[in-house]
Nanobody, 115 residues
Framework: QVQLVESGGGLVQPGGSLRLSCAASGSSFSNSVMGWYRQGPGKQRLLVASIGIFGSTNFADSVKGRFTISRDSAKNTVYLQMNSLKPEDTAVYYC?????????WGQGTQVTVAS
């Protein structure tokens, strides 16, 4: 069982930055593929970025060059650094952990990009 707790969301102006954090409980973090997903109003939940066990990363085309993902195994935490934010980045952002065929989700954190 993995429990995930996201933090760091909020309101930011276009062009601004936010860093989301996802703290994972349990001993499976180092064996988990971690990802950030987002879901805008009336839209599907889509992958934003993921990071593998050995640090390989993958990004949605819409965020390439603006977002970075990293993980800190000592803190059991994965981060999503979001720069040059746009109004279309507005969504609830969810942390996901995939380990041994199971998938776990956090409760989500709201990111709103508006002036």
């Amino acid at each position: 069982q993995v429990q995930l707790v996201e933090s760091g969301g909020g309101l930011v102006q276009p062009g601004g930055s936010l860093r989301l954090s996802c703290a994972a409980s349990g001993s499976s973090f180092s064996n988990s593929v971690m990802g950030w997903y987002r879901q805008g109003p009336g839209k599907q939940r889509l992958l934003v970025a993921s990071i593998g066990i050995f640090g390989s990363t993958n990004f949605a085309d819409s965020v390439k060059g603006r977002f970075t993902i990293s993980r800190d195994s000592a803190k059991n935490t994965v981060y999503l650094q979001m720069n040059s934010l746009k109004p279309e980045d507005t969504a609830v952002y969810y942390c996901n952990a995939r380990v041994r065929g199971d998938s776990y989700w956090g409760q989500g954190t709201q990111v709103t990009v508006a002036s």
